[in-house]
């Protein structure tokens, strides 16, 4: 909701100053006392001239999940719980057991080094090497799940990796990532996780 009324506010506002002929000034708008009903009338006159009613433009709103590919229509926490699960087994504690209640016989692979199927997949991970795993920033989308992860190449060398999976009635048929090595020193202050 929140995301909702900024993107609303910030839109008025960035309409009211393209709208302007006088150079805007963040500042001086954010010390007027009149903000927010000034903010409700822009929304209000911009949403009329689009045609919309009272509330945010509907380009603020959240999606629903378009027709995905996921014939169950798992939910989007459901198919997060299934690659989190997944995850944990067979990456930090090399449960390979598992792979087949997870992973579709003919999943699409999408990384140039592992081939299409399960079996290019259980003979890569069977022969790699050991190494940590932090995730951080599971998301889920419709039948998508992103994770932000943090592990070491085959030379101890600290990597950056996104991992996204396609989901299908709670099974892994699509997967693509990119790696990106952590570099001992920054260009800025940030860290990357």
């Given at each position: 909701m929140?995301?909702?009324?900024?993107?609303?506010?910030?839109?008025?506002?960035?309409?009211?100053?393209?709208?302007?002929?006088?150079?805007?000034?963040?500042?001086?708008?954010?010390?007027?006392?009149?903000?927010?009903?000034?903010?409700?009338?822009?929304?209000?006159?911009?949403?009329?001239?689009?045609?919309?009613?009272?509330?945010?433009?509907?380009?603020?709103?959240?999606?629903?999940?378009?027709?995905?590919?996921?014939?169950?229509?798992?939910?989007?926490?459901?198919?997060?719980?299934?690659?989190?699960d997944?995850?944990?087994?067979?990456?930090?504690?090399?449960?390979f057991?598992?792979?087949?209640?997870?992973?579709?016989?003919?999943?699409?692979?999408?990384?140039?080094?592992?081939?299409?199927?399960?079996?290019?997949?259980?003979?890569?991970?069977?022969?790699?090497?050991?190494?940590?795993?932090?995730?951080f920033?599971?998301?889920?989308?419709?039948?998508?799940?992103?994770?932000?992860?943090?592990?070491?190449?085959?030379?101890?060398?600290?990597?950056?990796?996104?991992?996204?999976?396609?989901?299908?009635?709670?099974?892994?048929?699509?997967?693509?990532?990119?790696?990106?090595?952590?570099?001992?020193?920054?260009?800025?202050?940030?860290?990357?996780?």
């Open positions: 929140r995301g909702i009324i900024l993107c609303a506010i910030f839109g008025v506002i960035s309409a009211s100053a393209v709208a302007s002929t006088e150079p805007f000034n963040w500042r001086d708008w954010a010390k007027r006392p009149s903000i927010i009903k000034r903010i409700g009338a822009l929304a209000q006159s911009e949403l009329a001239k689009a045609g919309h009613g009272p509330g945010p433009s509907s380009a603020c709103q959240p999606v629903e999940c378009p027709e995905s590919r996921d014939r169950c229509k798992f939910s989007p926490e459901k198919n997060k719980e299934v690659v989190l997944f995850y944990s087994q067979v990456f930090v504690l090399r449960n057991s598992v792979v087949d209640a997870y992973y579709d016989p003919d999943i699409l692979q999408h990384n140039p080094y592992i081939g299409d199927g399960k079996k290019p997949f259980m003979e890569y991970i069977v022969t790699s090497k050991v190494v940590p795993f932090q995730i920033r599971p998301v889920a989308d419709c039948d998508l799940v992103y994770l932000h992860v943090k592990t070491e190449d085959d030379r101890n060398k600290p990597l950056a990796i996104v991992d996204i999976f396609r989901l299908d009635c709670g099974t892994i048929v699509e997967h693509w990532d990119v790696a990106q090595e952590i570099p001992g020193k920054s260009a800025n202050p940030r860290a990357m996780f």
